[in-house]
């Protein structure tokens, strides 16, 4: 022992004494009433199991404790205390641990106990067995149980207990065997004096936040039987000294980030049963020595940076279930010999850069149910030897090179639920029987050479919920080939050969949310049946011969999202119900022969991010109305139809635009000064009009194209081929002059004042009659009274600067109401929120007082749109992450804000990033249901919003995953997060950056992965899964990045979820 730990355990143990005074002789009675005053303390009615806890006066045999519930005594006293599961609320701070002296055995485990565990509890001096686990202890690991040396088990699991592992308490458990303490909060390193407890049998840390390399020490506990440090952030190398540990039979360590080899060692532990090393950073190869572990059942070395091959001594592993090597750097064949482990169930080697063929002997797994072997290099057959396959329910192959037909034998796996199959270059029919045990659910051959009809067992497969087919050469008349699926969620036929007219059988596909039938030779009218798919989130019809009109019908489509009928032979206007689509975020009509005039109404989808009605017969002039759609982002093309009239100037409000054609068309007079506020722009074109006059002036037409403006009127100004534009009076330039001034003095931001005190909030009704419109403005009035100013004055001000709420100063409609801007007789710019009713004003005023007691730097309101280089991104992302970090966790009762969207994360003058528009928020209270009331904007929303209606804080997470997502993109993640995780796992960082910026420099390129691995975690469908706003928040404020260990330019997203 080493003698400076020694000392401090005595001087540890010297003053603990000192702290407990020594208790008088514990009585049966004095036990009793211990008991009973700590289950007065208890919170709530008392147990019902805790019924039998009173002193029977009548009856003094059994006054004592003795034959109460949960309690035994030996000799009259009590030793042991077990009260499991029965509710208990409340602390332990007023049970006398000095008049339970005798006590050997406390057991108060699967409660709902809070607070810190007492340090008199070192009182106990003959404890052998505590168990306090799965309750809601809080606070730092008291050191007094350091004084508690006859310990043989302790569990402390499943609390939130921090603090560090006491040096002191390892050094005196000599007589422990068991030791729990996952699941909590514990930090620091685990100490070298481990090895003081050198009975040990089970050793459970996992689930804390550990750091610092595993101890050598941990292999002088030869008798541990039981190890698990995962989910910590451990690091260093695995220690050799482990496979000292000849009994041990469960090893985990799995999501650290420990780094170097495997050990060759540890194939002297012949007695594992269980490995998890997934989720490191562990290179080199697999050991040759894991031949040895011949009783291995459960071996997991996935996500890591394994290289060579996969070693041909695994084959010895003759009772092991479970195999996972997958997403590692491995090469080579697929060793034949695989094929000896007659009890494997599960078999995971995708990910990799394996070559060759697929084993037969593979086909010898008999009791096997997954096999996946995706994205490698493995070329040649599927063997026929997989008929024999018969328990195998998930078979995944896809992303390789695999070729040829299917073999028939395929058709014995009756039990199979998922088939993946596609990105190979499997050729020849689909297998015939290939639904035939009615299990199917997930079936994917995307990229081959399927060809032929579809099968009749495809047809009748009514388990089916997601069926991709497309990119190959499948054929047969889609009226006929397809059932009904009633649990049908997605459905991708794209890019075949398929014929013949829609069926009406797609209506009664219930949950369908995703229609692609795109590149076919589809005829035919769209079925105005088609409306009634009101769960359809996506329907893509485009690339066909569809003709006629587009059915008014489909403005029943109120959920979706995506709409492309492009490329078909649509005749007819564009029906004015398409602006029923509110949640609409691409509509792409272009490249048919619609006619007559753009529908105003189209101004109402105003999610919209991308708009193409080109190659159209579209006449008339540019509706107003499109100047709402302040959404929209990646493209708004009208080219090559025969637009007459001017281009709007309001066009010009559509800041966030990054592609604008209005090329072939008629279009005439100026380009309007007001396009210079599109500071978003990437291309413009407005070539083939009839357009005169100054090519606006700003930092985009400083070098534009020179192809965007040809064949016009008169277009003149500083572009090449162009003629400068004659100058102007003196006149004229006093009012250039002038317009610069006010371009200067009006802020381009608009600040929101809504719900806090530096805000302003309006909700009003509008009446037609002036008595009741009388009414509703004096109840707006009041409304502002829970501010600090004259709500009243300020109302009339407000009314004044924006003529009745006149339609000219709405810049912005949403689903709780309309947004104003107004200048106040200060000069000051606000942005007002009339609400569309009044029916709660109760809870709206309560609401209100609530959040106005709010204080936080990103708590307010003000936008500007401005180009962000990574550092000022990545500085937005930590201002939201903090402002939903306070409202969750430092707020009282915390708030869910509901609505977190790009659109409500607003810049001030210094670049910092603010959580605006709480329209939508609510209180979390603990008696408060919070079910869902227009919870939030599509796109945004948790996926589990769509079973239930229930909101938590998740919900903002999810949210803000997505929006991290898009700051780093540029742009909405929608189809990655639809990928997300099965079908993205490879897809490089780099690729997903925005690419109008350079890639992150070295310095900047850690926190661009961290910040990238927190949204992927974030958009868990599993809400239990994401990490709380706190979590997000200090890792991101502690600037927790390491060097990365690979060059940045190759990191692919599934590397993201190891990189802390």
């Not at 804390?208 to 995962?230: A, R």
């Not at 060692?265 to 894991?290: D, M, S, W």
Request: include cysteine; hydrophobic fraction near 40%; glycine fraction near 6%.
């Amino acid at each position: 022992m080493g003698s400076p730990s020694f000392l401090a355990f005595l001087h540890l143990l010297f003053s603990l004494l000192l702290a407990f005074p020594l208790a008088q002789a514990s009585s049966p009675m004095s036990q009793a009433h211990a008991l009973l005053h700590w289950k007065s303390s208890l919170r709530g009615p008392s147990p019902r199991a805790l019924q039998s806890w009173n002193i029977d006066t009548h009856n003094t045999t059994a006054a004592g404790p003795c034959h109460w519930f949960g309690i035994t005594c030996t000799n009259g006293l009590v030793t042991n205390v077990s009260v499991l599961r029965t509710g208990l609320a409340g602390t332990l701070d007023t049970l006398d641990f000095t008049a339970l002296r005798s006590l050997t055995v406390l057991r108060l485990r699967r409660n709902s106990l809070f607070g810190a565990i007492p340090a008199a509890i070192a009182n106990l001096s003959s404890l052998a067995d505590l168990d306090l686990s799965h309750n809601r202890f809080s606070g730092h690991l008291p050191a007094s149980l350091a004084a508690l040396s006859g310990l043989v088990k302790l569990d402390l699991s499943a609390n939130q207990v921090g603090g560090k592992l006491s040096s002191a308490a390892l050094a005196n458990w000599t007589r422990l065997t068991h030791l729990n303490l996952q699941f909590n909060r514990l930090t620091g390193t685990i100490p070298d004096e481990i090895r003081y407890s050198s009975n040990l049998r089970v050793l459970c840390l996992h689930k804390n936040q550990l750091s610092g390399s595993i101890p050598h020490q941990v292999g002088e506990l030869t008798k541990l039987v039981e190890l698990n440090l995962n989910t910590n952030n451990l690091t260093g190398s695995i220690p050799p000294s482990i496979a000292n540990l000849t009994k041990i039979n469960y090893i985990s360590l799995y999501q650290n980030d420990l780094s170097g080899p495997i050990p060759s060692c540890l194939g002297n532990l012949t007695q594992l049963k269980v490995l998890y090393l997934v989720l490191n950073h562990i290179n080199g190869p697999i050991p040759h020595e894991f031949g040895n572990l011949v009783n291995m059942e459960d071996l997991r070395l996935s996500q890591n940076l394994l290289t060579g091959t996969i070693p041909a001594s695994l084959g010895n592993l003759t009772i092991i279930e479970i195999l996972y090597i997958s997403f590692n750097e491995l090469s080579g064949p697929i060793p034949p010999v695989l094929g000896r482990l007659s009890m494997l169930k599960s078999l995971s080697l995708s990910f990799n850069q394996l070559s060759g063929t697929i084993p037969h002997a593979l086909g010898n797994l008999l009791t096997l149910e997954d096999l996946i072997v995706s994205k490698n290099r493995i070329s040649g057959l599927v063997p026929p030897s997989f008929g024999n396959l018969t328990m195998l329910t998930d078979l995944e192959i896809y992303q390789n090179q695999l070729s040829g037909p299917l073999p028939q034998e395929l058709a014995n796996l009756t039990n199979i639920y998922q088939l993946q199959l596609s990105n190979n270059d499997f050729s020849g029919p689909l297998p015939p029987d290939v639904c035939k045990g009615g299990k199917l659910e997930y079936f994917a051959a995307i990229e081959n050479r399927f060809d032929g009809p579809i099968s009749r067992s495809l047809r009748n497969c009514t388990s089916l919920v997601r069926l991709l087919l497309s990119n190959n050469h499948l054929t047969g008349d889609v009226s006929h080939v397809f059932g009904v699926y009633p649990n049908l969620e997605f459905v991708d036929l794209s890019d075949n050969r398929f014929s013949g007219e829609l069926s009406t059988n797609w209506v009664k596909c219930l949950n369908l949310a995703t229609l692609h039938m795109s590149g076919n030779m589809i005829t035919g009218r769209i079925p105005p049946q088609f409306g009634n798919m009101t769960q359809l989130a996506l329907l893509d019809l485009s690339s066909n011969q569809i003709v006629t009109e587009v059915p008014k019908q489909l403005g029943g489509l109120t959920s979706l999202l995506y709409l492309n009928l492009s490329n078909n032979l649509l005749s007819g206007r564009i029906p004015s119900e398409i602006g029923n689509l509110s949640s609409l975020t691409t509509l792409d009509l272009s490249s048919n022969h619609l006619t007559e005039t753009i529908p105003m109404q189209i101004g109402q989808c105003l999610k919209l991010l991308d708009l193409r009605l080109s190659a159209n017969e579209l006449n008339g002039s540019i509706p107003l109305e499109i100047g709402r759609l302040v959404s929209i982002q990646k493209m708004l093309d009208l080219s090559h139809n025969s637009l007459t009239g001017t281009i709007p100037s309001d066009i010009g409000r559509l800041d966030k635009l990054e592609n604008l054609n209005l090329s072939h068309n008629g279009l005439s007079g100026s380009i309007p000064s007001s396009i210079s506020d599109m500071q978003s722009l990437l291309t413009f074109d407005v070539s083939y009009n009839n357009l005169e006059g100054p090519i606006p002036e700003n930092r985009f037409f400083r070098n534009p194209q020179v192809e965007w403006f040809e064949h016009n009127k008169g277009l003149c100004g500083q572009v090449l081929h162009l003629s400068p534009c004659p100058q102007p009076a003196s006149r004229h330039g006093s009012n250039k002059r002038h317009k610069i001034v006010l371009a200067s003095v009006l802020p381009p931001v608009v600040l929101l004042f809504l719900l806090i005190p530096l805000g302003v909030i309006i909700a009003l009704r509008v009446r037609r009659k002036n008595a009741k419109e009388n009414n509703t403005e004096a109840s707006a009035k009041d409304l502002l009274s829970v501010l600090d100013f004259d709500g009243k004055v300020l109302y009339d001000e407000i009314v004044e600067a924006t003529e009745n709420f006149d339609e000219k100063y709405c810049i912005g409609v949403g689903g709780y109401g309309s947004v104003y801007k107004a200048q106040l007789q200060t000069g000051q710019v606000v942005a007002v929120k009339k609400l569309h009713a009044l029916d709660d004003e109760k809870g709206f005023r309560s609401e209100i007082e609530a959040l106005t007691k709010i204080r936080h730097r990103n708590i307010v309101s003000e936008e500007e749109a401005i180009e962000l280089d990574w550092s000022k991104r990545l500085g937005l992302i930590k201002d939201v992450a903090n402002a939903l970090s306070y409202m969750h966790h430092d707020c009282s009762p915390p708030v869910v804000h509901r609505d977190i969207s790009s659109k409500n994360i607003l810049l001030d003058s210094q670049l910092k990033g603010h959580v605006a528009d709480f329209g939508i928020a609510r209180s979390v209270k603990p008696d408060s249901s919070n079910w869902s009331e227009n919870a939030g904007t599509l796109g945004y929303m948790a996926p589990e919003l769509s079973y239930t209606m229930k909101i938590t804080e998740k919900h903002d997470v999810y949210s803000f995953g997505v929006v991290n997502l898009e700051v780093l993109q540029g742009r909405h993640p929608g189809e990655l997060i639809s990928a997300w995780p099965s079908d993205a796992q490879s897809v490089l960082l780099k690729d997903l950056l925005d690419p109008r910026i350079p890639l992150p420099t070295l310095e900047e390129s850690n926190a661009v992965m961290l910040a990238a691995k927190l949204a992927l975690q974030c958009i868990s469908i599993n809400p239990q899964s994401r990490p709380s706003m706190q979590h997000i928040s200090q890792a991101l404020d502690a600037g927790k990045v390491e060097a990365t260990w690979q060059p940045f330019h190759t990191v692919q997203l599934h590397q993201l979820m190891r990189f802390t």
